[in-house]
């Protein structure tokens, strides 16, 4: 097997029901990730 380096492109952007701000990325391999972000509205401190 030879190693490969994944190649992260990014796809977009989505927020969740939670509003949770979702990056999907993908490579040309095949293979994907999704990050999720979250997005605190506590008001100001
Ligand atoms: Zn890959």
Known sequence: ???HVHVR???GLGVTENGELVE???CRCGA???K???IR???PE
Request: aromatic share 16%.
């Open 41 to 43: 509205e506590e008001g």
């Open 24 to 26: 999907h990325s993908y």
């Open 1 to 3: 097997m030879s190693e």
């Open 36 to 38: 999720t972000y979250r």
């Open 32 to 34: 994907t990730w999704t």
């Open 9 to 11: 492109i990014n796809q």
